[in-house]
């Protein structure tokens, strides 16, 4: 169980345009994903924590105008990156955290390339 | 500022040993551990975790946790070239919405 779903799983677009990635848990209810970014041979920095029905919470200089994110029912949050410029280019990868224990279970991840 | 440290390694181990990774963490009131397993360019996996102090066994993995020593480790029994990735620690705690705190990772390499 404790599946998660990530879509697009890779992406490439040009600067400026905006991207929107999907995070799903499919056999779970999760009222809080959460989303993070990874560059090459680095630790995963966390973005956002996102509560279901409820703003996001953004971690100390990400820019929430930038990294939209929207958790709209139980099982379903998504991230948008707007106006993306070549520096935006990353994996993002979401997790959904299910009730106690409180584990967290991580998509598949998506590899942004702006051009 | 809570931390979570692990010894980058690599560590490298023969195929069918056991490997063994530490984490110590800083946070007294942390609650919550878990290891995931990370193989490159992928995302992380969740392996095991663990709530009390003792041992936790699934299959060959034994998750570790001594709160009062503020460390949790995970065997690898009968070590497998598949099990060559980056084990990462992660640690929470009931407040500050049970965000994970997260080691920087251990690259484990077993050699067939």
């Known amino acids: 169980g404790a599946v998660v779903s990530q879509h697009p799983s890779r992406v490439i677009c040009k600067s400026g345009t905006s991207v929107k990635i999907e995070c799903r848990s499919l056999?779970?209810?999760?009222?809080?994903m959460f989303w993070y970014r990874q560059f090459p041979k680095q630790s995963l920095m966390l973005m956002a924590t996102?509560?279901?029905?409820?703003?996001?919470?953004?971690e100390q200089g990400v820019e929430k105008d930038k990294f939209l994110i929207n958790h709209a029912s139980l099982t379903l949050s998504t991230l948008t990156v707007t106006s993306a410029h070549p520096e935006d280019s990353s994996f993002y990868i979401c997790s959904a955290r299910t009730g106690a224990p409180y584990e967290q279970y991580f998509g598949p991840g998506t590899r942004l390339t702006v051009t | 500022q809570k931390e979570v440290e692990q010894n980058s390694g690599p560590l490298s181990v023969p195929e069918g040993a056991i490997a063994s990774l530490n984490c110590t963490y800083s946070?007294?009131?942390?609650?919550?551990f878990f290891w995931y397993r990370q193989y490159s360019g992928k995302s992380p996996e969740l392996i095991m975790s663990?709530?009390s102090n003792g041992d936790k066994e699934d299959g060959r993995f034994t998750a570790q946790l001594n709160k009062a020593s503020q460390y949790v480790s995970l065997l690898i029994r009968d070590s497998q070239p598949s099990d060559s990735a980056t084990y990462l620690c992660a640690v929470a705690n009931a407040g500050n919405n049970r965000k994970l705190i997260w080691g920087l990772g251990t690259s484990l390499a077993v050699n067939p």
């Open positions: 056999d779970f209810q999760a009222t809080t």
């Open positions: 663990i709530y």
């Open positions: 946070d007294r009131v942390s609650q919550s």
């Open positions: 996102s509560n279901e029905g409820s703003k996001a919470t953004y």
